[in-house]
C-alpha cells in the first residue's frame, strides 16, 4: 500500500498500487504477457500458468473493458463496509475483479471505464484503488427489482 493525500487534502491509503497506474486518461493495469504461449493474466506474476514459462514482459492495458459478471455484497470484511458492489471485467482479454461505483449490479456486457476510487476505510483513512465505473450514465446497471 501507498499513503498519498487526495485533491482534498484528505490522506489516503492506495491499495495494489503496485499493480496499476493512474493518469489524467484513467488507469491502466500492470498486465503480464508470456512471450512463449501468449497467455495474459493480472495481477501480475513471475510464471506463466498455462505454459510454466518465465520469458514474460509486463504490459499496461486499455483504460475500458465490458462487465462480465456483477454482484451486491451484502456482508463485507471489517473496513468495507456493506453493501458495495464487486465485478468482474473484461479488459485487454484480461478478466479482472473490481470494486465498482454505485450501489447496484452491472448488467454482463455494460460498458466500463477504469477509475481511481474509494474502496474501503481502515482506522478513517479511505483506501483507494482502481475501480469500475459504467461508461453510458445509468443505462446497464441492473435495479434491485432486475434481478
Not at 498455462?50 to 459478471?69: I, K, Q
Not at 464487486?86 to 449490479?105: F, K, P, Q, W
Amino acid at each position: 500500500m501507498r499513503n498519498e493525500t487526495a485533491p482534498t487534502g484528505v490522506a489516503t491509503r492506495v491499495v495494489a498500487a503496485e499493480y496499476f497506474t493512474h493518469g489524467d486518461d484513467g488507469v491502466h493495469l500492470r498486465i503480464t504477457e508470456c512471450r512463449n504461449c501468449s497467455s495474459r493474466w493480472f495481477p501480475p506474476g513471475a510464471i506463466c500458468s498455462r505454459c510454466a514459462g518465465t520469458n514474460l514482459t509486463d504490459v499496461n492495458s486499455g483504460t475500458t473493458g465490458v462487465a462480465y459478471a456483477s454482484t451486491v455484497v451484502r456482508v463485507g470484511p471489517p473496513g468495507f463496509p456493506a453493501p458495495y458492489v464487486l465485478s468482474y471485467v473484461d479488459i485487454d482479454g484480461v478478466r479482472v475483479l473490481a470494486h465498482t461505483e454505485g450501489d447496484s449490479a452491472l448488467t454482463p456486457d455494460t460498458p466500463v471505464a477504469l477509475t481511481l476510487g474509494e474502496v474501503g476505510n481502515e482506522d478513517g483513512t479511505p483506501l483507494v484503488s482502481y475501480v469500475a465505473r459504467a461508461i453510458s450514465d445509468g443505462v446497464g446497471i441492473q435495479t434491485e427489482g432486475d434481478r
